[in-house]
């Protein structure tokens, strides 16, 4: 129980200067903005890794810290290996694909009104349909390689795309399409130099929710049918073997992977939006 004990301490211990640290003076510099959050995480996994021991917490219910990065490092070939597969084949090019197809049928939609009425219902319907259904279907259309991963992940982000798109290419006022009329301007200089960017907040909150939603479609695809390689299918064997380090190990990949993927797309609409009022202070 020594162990538990010191990681209530350490709990408080990290609270404590959490605290200090998010009201004192400095609590708006970068510096201290980055510290918080890095000081709760490490804090936690101090945690974890000082009760799973303390309580003699077995490896195949729950893996200290220090045995899942152990695993990490071994395997990492391996693990390289899963990532290029899920990730890069899986859910990159499915993510590319259904954006770009999201994108242009959002301008289609635009600029007929009887598609925004057809295809906006059926894309909360597709929405709401449960992966674990969907992808054992495309699997079967498109084989168990990365392809059928890329199909799941496709259906999986292009209508939250599509939705965001159309709701942003509506945002406009009507005094400025007006306006854009009354200097002659065509739909397509409307489109570019008015209702684009006006979307692109829109655009891109779609964006950053499908950067979840495609890793997490790319490794549940993998659960139904994969070749001997990928986050989804070393998850799935190595819950079988036990091997919970392994499981930890892909899990933390994953979330690495998915959080860089955020991050750029995050990198890339403060470039782009710069100009918009969430930016500015």
């Known amino acids: 129980m020594t162990l538990v004990i010191f990681a209530l301490v350490l709990w408080a211990a990290g609270f404590a200067l959490n605290a200090r640290l998010a009201t004192g003076p400095a609590a708006d510099t970068r510096s201290v903005q980055l510290a918080v959050p890095a000081i709760f995480g ?39 290996a899963d990532f290029v597969q899920t990730f890069v084949k899986g859910a990159l090019s499915g993510y590319l694909i259904g954006a770009l197809a999201a994108f242009a049928f959002a301008i289609l939609a635009d600029r007929y009104d009887f598609l925004k009425r057809g295809l906006l219902p059926v894309g909360n319907f597709m929405a709401a349909l449960p992966i674990v259904g969907t992808a054992p279907i495309l699997v079967m259309w498109f084989g168990f390689d990365w392809e059928s991963k890329s199909a799941v992940v496709v ?65 549940v695809a993998e659960f139904f049918g994969s070749p001997t390689l990928g986050m989804g299918f070393r998850i799935s064997t190595s819950v079988g073997q036990l091997a919970l380090d392994m499981v930890w190990a892909e899990i933390v990949a994953a979330a690495l992977a998915g959080s860089a993927f955020y991050g750029i797309i995050a990198f890339i609409e403060k470039r782009v939006t710069f100009w918009h009022p969430s930016h500015r202070g």
């Open 42 to 80: 490490l804090t936690l996994i101090g945690m974890w890794e000082l009760i799973v021991r303390g309580l003699d917490v077995p490896g195949v219910i729950l893996p200290p810290p220090s045995a899942v990065a152990a695993a990490f490092a071994g395997e990492l070939d391996v693990i390289w």
């Open 155 to 219: 259906v999986m982000v292009f209508f939250p795309i599509l939705v965001n798109t159309v709701a942003g290419l509506a945002d406009t006022q009507a005094m400025q399409r007006d306006l854009m009329r009354t200097y002659g301007a065509s739909y397509v200089q409307t489109l570019f130099k008015l209702r684009l960017p006006a979307a692109m907040p829109f655009i891109f909150n779609g964006l950053k929710i499908s950067t979840t939603l495609a890793l997490i479609g790319a490794i």
